[in-house]
């Protein structure tokens, strides 16, 4: 299993997904709540590789997230530049408009939530 994170200063996004790229879980927690949230994970699924994004406060996540797993997991950074903008598209994929909204270009759609989880499953991907 591969875990997906998108670190961010107030909340990130968190996915873990197979390697036949099934995901098991995806959610947006508080930035305080993010480690205990991975130990957690790590417990519960098989993870063997990290992957997180390299932009916002990326070096300090490494260094917390090194010190806080177990020496097995392997953590590797990736380039998460336009990450946010194929979230918005794909949580679009995910849950189809409804209603009027259907009506409005997917461009001008802005999602009803924080899309971090999202972008830790594009990340993964």
């Known amino acids: 299993m591969i875990l997906g994170f ?3 200063k107030d909340k990130c996004g968190i996915a873990v ?7 098991s879980y995806h959610e947006v927690v508080k930035s305080d709540e993010a480690i205990s949230t991975i ?13 997180m994004g390299d932009q916002t406060t990326s ?6 997230l090194t010190q806080s797993l177990s020496p097995f997991i392997k953590i590797v950074q990736i ?9 918005r598209t794909r ?9 009027l ?3 409005i270009p997917q461009g001008m759609r ?14 993964i991907e």
Do not use: H, T
């Open 79 to 87: 380039d998460e530049r336009y990450s946010s903008l194929e979230a």
């Open 91 to 99: 949580y679009w994929q995910m849950y189809p408009p409804e209603g």
């Open 59 to 64: 070096k300090s996540w490494k260094q917390k």
């Open 101 to 103: 909204s259907r009506l």
């Open 17 to 23: 997904m197979s390697r036949d790229k099934n995901v």
């Open 6 to 8: 998108d670190p961010g």
């Open 39 to 51: 130990q957690s994970l790590c417990k519960q699924f098989p993870v063997q590789l990290l992957v």
């Open 110 to 123: 802005i999602p009803p939530r924080p899309v971090d989880d999202i972008v830790a499953i594009v990340l």
